[in-house]
C-alpha cells in the first residue's frame, strides 16, 4: 500500500487543545514521530483517558535528559523511509508545524521522495500559551497588530509601539538583549512584558514586569525554559498583572 | 444555578480543526451564541456529522446578506444575561477569540458582571489559512518572524525584509495601499504576496503575485473577503506559486 505521513501539530500541550483532526489522525496511526514535550504531553494524556496505550509504535524523537534529540536529518530519513515502506505515519509537533515547527522541510523532503504527505494545523504556542496567562494578542484600544520572533533575531528592526505586540519564543536566553533593544524604540522600558514558563505544564508560573525590571526579574526567580515573552499594553490585562500596571 | 460563559475559538470553519475541548463544549452547551462564517460553518458540519440536531438553541450573531450583525454591545448584553439566568453557553467564534476576535471584551464584561468565563484558544485563521495554500509562516532560510495585523493599520512602520511574513486579515479592502507601502521598505516591489480566499470553504482561491502586481491581479480577478493576504519570501513555497516566485 501507499504511506501517509501527517505532519500535526499537538498544540501547547494539553489533550483538549489538539483539534478533532489531530486526535483522528493519531488514533489511526501506526507510527507516531513524536517531538518535544508538548506532543509527548498529548500523548500521554490521550493514553490516560483511554485507560489503555495506543495502537500505533510511538517514535520518540525529542530531547531527554541525557539524550540529545535527533537530528532533522535524520528525522526526515525517518520520515521518508516509514513513507515509503508504506506506513501511515503522524509526525507530532509541539504547537503548529507551520510556525517555527520545521513543517515546510519535512513536508518539501516527503513530497520529493514521492511519499503522500499533509499538514494538520495546530494550536500554536505563540498564541496560547498568552490566553492562559489572561493575555490577548490584540484588543480593542489596547492593540492592533502582533509579531512572533524567535530570541534576539528581528527585534531590533522591529517598529512599533506597545500596541503591537510582540510574542518571543524561546526568548529566554536572549531576554536581558530583547528587552534593551525593545526599551530604545517607541515602547521605552515602561512597557509591560510578561513571561509564562511551562505553560499547560505543571511548572506553569507567570512573571510580569516592564521591559526596564523584567531581565532582573527574571534572573531572581530563576525564570526557565520553556518560556513565552510577551510585550506589549496586553499584558496589562492579565490578571496576574500587578495594580500598577493592571487595566482598571 | 451558576451559569459559565466558554469563548470557544471555532477555527477557520473546518469541524476538524476544532479543538477537541471546544467540541466537548459545544456538545454541552445549552445555548450557542455563534458569528462569523467560520463558526456557523463549524456547527453544520457538526450537525451533518452527527445526522442529527445539537442539543443546544443557537443563537446567530453574526453578519447575513440584508442583515445587520448584531451589535459588540448586544452580544456582550446577550452573554451576561444568559450567564446570571445560570445557562451555560458557548460563544463560538471564528478563528481565536484572542486572535482579532474581541475575546477579551467579551471575558471581561462577563467576569465585571460575576459570570464565570473562561477562553477556549482555536486555530487562527491568521496561521492556518496560509498554511492550506502550501505556506508556512515561518521556515529556515526563508523566514524567521511574522506579524498579523488588520488592513492597512501599522504597516507603513512595519520594518523587515522578505524574510519577515507579514499576514494581513480583513485587508482585501486596503490591498492596494498596503501592497504600496509594503514595496516602499526592504521588500521592494518584487517581494511575493499570495491572497487565500475564503480559506477552507468552496470559495477557496489562491491568488499569487508580487508587492508590485497584486492590486491588479486582485482586480482582476474579483477578489473579495474574507481573505488572508500573506506576503514574503515564504509564498515561494506554495504549489500555486508560478514557476518564476517558486522555490526550486
Redesign the interface.
Known amino acids: 500500500g501507499t504511506g501517509l505521513v501527517q505532519l500535526v501539530g499537538a ?1 501547547p500541550g ?8 489531530g ?2 489522525a493519531i488514533e489511526a496511526a501506526e507510527v507516531i514521530v513524536a517531538d518535544r514535550l508538548g506532543a509527548r504531553a498529548v500523548l500521554d494524556q490521550l493514553e490516560t483517558e483511554r485507560g489503555r496505550p495506543l495502537d500505533a509504535e510511538i517514535v520518540d524523537v525529542g530531547k531527554h535528559p541525557g539524550h540529545h534529540a535527533v537530528p532533522q536529518e535524520g528525522i526526515i530519513a525517518l520520515l521518508v523511509e516509514l513513507g515509503r515502506a508504506g506506513r501511515r505515519v503522524v509526525r507530532l509537533k509541539g504547537g ?10 519535512e ?2 523532503a516527503c513530497r520529493a521522495a514521492g511519499v503522500d504527505v499533509e ?6 504556542s505563540a ?2 500559551v ?2 492562559v496567562a ?7 484600544g489596547l492593540a ?7 530570541g534576539h ?2 527585534i531590533a ?4 509601539g506597545r ?2 505586540t510582540v510574542v518571543l519564543l524561546m526568548g529566554v536566553g536572549t531576554l536581558a538583549n530583547s528587552a534593551t533593544t525593545l526599551a530604545r524604540g517607541e515602547r521605552g522600558a515602561g512597557c509591560p512584558v510578561a513571561i509564562v514558563e511551562d505553560g499547560y505544564g505543571a511548572g506553569q508560573r507567570v512573571t510580569i514586569g516592564t521591559l526596564g525590571t523584567i531581565a532582573a526579574q527574571a534572573a531572581r526567580r530563576g525564570v526557565r525554559s520553556p518560556a513565552v515573552v510577551v510585550v506589549g499594553d ?1 499584558v496589562r ?1 492579565s490578571p496576574y498583572a500587578p495594580a500598577e500596571l493592571a487595566v482598571d
Open positions: 498544540g494539553e489533550l483538549g487543545l489538539l483539534t478533532v483532526r486526535l483522528r503548529d508545524p507551520y510556525v517555527f515547527g520545521r513543517g515546510g522541510e513536508l518539501a499538514v494538520v494545523p495546530g494550536i500554536t498564541i496560547s498568552p490566553a489572561g493575555i490577548p494578542l490584540t484588543h480593542r492592533t497588530a502582533f509579531t512572533v520572533a524567535t533575531d528581528q528592526e522591529l517598529g512599533g500596541d503591537h496586553v490585562l
